[in-house]
């Protein structure tokens, strides 16, 4: 099977393109938010020694009016092997409406890239995320922002990525960088959350697409133990909302429920929140409608915030 958006960029097999189906994902969900271009930074580097012509290591920014308000850094899906902030799909600028919609809706956005797999290993996906982060974290308040209300949000692999950096202060340390307060977690469909859990094997989940991304020649399972974002949830970590689409298949809507109960079993708050009808894939254009049900979750958890 494939994750994330996967379909979206190799053969636009779910949302665009191939035939007129699927043409009426972009052309029912994508909605064009509206931002205007001087408040839009493309391509800024983020890594501590930056290659401007390394897109890897690049952010983009969408700062609303004003100042003093929320941050939101996004991290893309893709199976950990495909994805760029500037997918596009069907003339549709997926990650950018994004940035421009909640920047419309007076929360700041980063939109980033980080390396991926197999010219990297996944543990050097979690140091590009958590350097991205940092950079955001260190640079926002010249841009307006207030670092103290900051937010991440992952789709599918972004999801795994956000929620282990989360609780894990390693990736942070690995690339200097000091750990600060997280007001909140957003999980969208989120994959490889609980590798361990059986229950999303017998639902129809893959151990082999996994196994093909993570194992790295373990002869043990401990690999499981070391991607799965569960096994590093402490009491004390940030609230999340946690989002899956009801047409999502049946092990990957199980990995955000069992991410839930291990975050209520911490005693961190949490909201479940399905959206109805959409697939893994389709469920990302969701998240910028004011008018279907991802949108205002995600803008309602972050304007509820108790960081202010």
């Given amino acids: 099977m494939k994750i994330g958006l996967v379909l979206l960029l190799a053969a636009c097999a779910v949302i665009c393109?191939?035939?007129p189906i699927e043409q009426l994902g972009i052309?029912?969900?994508y909605k064009k938010a509206e931002l205007p271009d001087s408040q839009i930074l493309k391509d800024i580097p983020y890594h501590k020694t930056p290659d401007p012509d390394a897109p890897d290591h690049l952010l983009?920014?969408?700062l609303p009016s004003g100042k003093g308000w929320p941050v939101l850094v996004f991290i893309?899906?893709?199976?950990?092997t495909a994805g760029s902030k500037d997918l596009s799909v069907g003339g549709a600028d997926v990650y950018g409406n994004i940035g421009r919609f909640y920047a419309s809706q007076g929360v700041g956005v980063a939109v980033i890239n980080y390396r991926l797999l197999p010219n990297c290993n996944w543990r050097d996906q979690l140091d590009d995320a958590a350097q991205a982060v940092s950079w955001v974290h260190a640079h926002i308040a010249e841009h307006g922002g207030d670092p103290a209300r900051f937010f991440l949000m992952g789709h599918s692999a972004g999801g795994e990525l956000c929620a282990r950096i989360a609780f894990d202060p390693k990736p942070f340390k690995n690339v200097g960088a000091s750990t600060f307060t997280i007001c909140g977690v957003i999980t969208v469909s989120g994959a490889a959350l609980d590798l361990n859990d059986r229950k999303t094997y017998q639902l129809g989940e893959k151990l082999a697409y996994y196994e093909k991304r993570f194992r790295e020649g373990d002869t043990t399972d401990r690999w499981k133990d070391e991607v799965s974002p569960v096994n590093f949830v402490r009491p004390g970590g940030p609230p999340f909302l946690v989002l899956y689409a009801g047409g999502e298949k049946k092990g990957l809507q199980r990995q955000s429920e069992r991410f839930r109960e291990v975050l209520s079993s911490a005693g961190i708050p949490s909201q479940l929140v399905v959206v109805p009808g959409?697939?893994?894939?389709?469920?990302?254009?969701?998240?910028?409608?004011?008018d279907k049900t991802a949108g205002p979750a995600i803008l309602e958890?972050?304007?509820?915030?108790?960081?202010r």
């Avoid at 893309?76 to 950990?80: L, P």
């Avoid at 959409?278 to 409608?289: A, G």
């Avoid at 958890?301 to 960081?307: H, M, R, Y």
């Fill in 60 to 62: 983009d920014l969408f």
């Fill in 301 to 307: 958890f972050i304007q509820k915030s108790s960081c």
């Fill in 27 to 29: 052309k029912f969900l």
């Fill in 17 to 19: 393109g191939c035939s």
């Fill in 278 to 290: 959409e697939s893994h894939e389709r469920i990302v254009l969701t998240l910028s409608r004011s």
């Fill in 76 to 80: 893309h899906g893709g199976g950990w």
